[in-house]
């Protein structure tokens, strides 16, 4: 497993790479990589870890299979529940076409295999985060990468580098988890600092502490510089849960306090949303975008109240754009405004909202877990933090659809259920085992 643990590793470090050339052909190397990482954890897990990482992990695979078999449908000839496309495409070749849901069922598969490998990085983080000292190599790699995109885009915004301006725009969901991620970072070295008081302890540390310090700064800036309202605010609410997390460990708080902070978080959220100026006239998937060009939002719209309940099919929004574009739209728009916006149209509605209710349930599951965990409870607490900036940041931008993006997002989510459950009672059980026998043998 310390070969897969490598691997891993150097694909999240890597993943500032994909900001700058996100392209198909990046995707099927990712894809290879991620084929790769899958056999070598099939082969070489232990036993006793396999018990524990199908205990954490059955559940969101099943629930991440949802998106991926609607996907294939989607690509399917369904002559029932076929795009009306298709009809006008057989009337104009005078010949009958068994049309698919999907306008385009190539751009449909080739999503579906850039899904399934990003199911596939994260089975692969949370079999290597099974065993506590290769969880803690995997966070450090995830703060390496966000040190790694946030260096570029403070560098970006110093200088006003053209070449690199695309990257900016693509890392701002990056650099907002890389926040979270770093802030985490910190308070594991926190958890993890000596308890003894003597010098060398001290300067161990000092050791810990410092670079972790530098590292929460360092993404803190980039977040600071990259942000507007609607991005801040989703970064500080993770970065506000996760705050929450280390008070009710730190005071042990109960069932009040942990009521007490949710219903006064709740209530900040209700009253800052209130406060943020909307879009007017425009569906909820769009009412917060960061892209405040009318005429992007209005091509949007048109999208949304065009498109079918089954969705146009994973991957088919920029084919869209053509034809609903007007003439006074700019040529150069060929992304949705938000990630909302696209994933409705796409993969229709009720998906979407499937999607949305599995991240909240899930949300609630890691944060649950990280208040009955020990000293590693941050992972689950970062998978939950991050979860719930995501839920936001959905409806914002459209950058979290990007390759580092969703490489980060699975490591991230892999880490967290992985830790979210102790090994420690497997083991426990088993010594009761062995102490019973040698208790009958004695006899």
Known sequence: ??????????????????????????????????????????????????????????????????????????????????????????????????????????????????????????????????????????????????????????????????????????????????????????????????????TRARWSMLQTLIPSVAALAICGVACALSVNQAIAFATGYGLFCLLCHWIIRRFSLGLLGIGGLAAGALGIAVLLVAAYPTHQNMSAQLTYAQDSQPSVLALNQRILEDSPLVG???????????????????????????????????????????IVVATVAFLIILLRASLRRGRDSCYSAMGGSCLLTLLLLVFVDDSLLATATGLMVAAVLGLAFAQSKSRTGGTTELLKAVAAAVADVAR
Request: hydrophobic content about 55%; some cysteine; glycine content about 4%.
């Open 312 to 354: 146009t099919g994973a991957g088919t929004f920029a084919a869209l754009v053509p034809i609903y574009r007007q003439i006074n739209d700019a040529p150069s728009v060929q992304s949705a405004a938000t990630t909302a916006a696209q994933q409705t149209v796409e993969l229709g509605k009720p998906i979407f909202g499937v």
């Open 1 to 198: 497993m310390l070969v897969v643990r490598n691997i891993l590793a150097a694909l999240i470090g890597a993943s500032s790479v994909a900001l700058i050339w996100d392209e198909p052909l990046l995707k099927g190397c990712v894809a290879g990589i991620a084929a790769i990482a899958l056999a070598l954890t099939a082969r070489n897990i232990r036993p006793g870890e396999t018990e524990s990482l199908i205990a954490v992990i059955r559940l969101p695979l099943l629930t991440a299979a949802i998106p991926a078999l609607w996907i294939a449908l989607q690509s399917l000839p369904l002559g029932f529940l076929a795009h009306p496309i298709w009809k006008s495409t057989a009337a104009a070749l005078h010949q009958p076409i068994e049309g698919s849901i999907s306008i385009d069922p190539a751009a449909s598969l080739l999503t579906l295999g850039f899904y399934l490998s990003l199911i596939a990085i994260a089975f692969v983080s949370a079999a290597v985060a099974v065993d506590r000292q290769r969880a803690e190599t995997l966070l450090f790699a995830l703060v390496f990468a966000s040190i790694t995109i946030s260096l570029i885009v403070i560098v970006q915004h110093m200088f006003s580098l053209d070449t690199w301006r695309t990257f900016s725009t693509r890392a701002v969901d990056c650099v907002c988890l890389g926040t979270i991620i770093a802030a985490t970072n910190f308070m594991y070295a926190i958890e993890r600092r000596p308890r003894r008081t003597n």
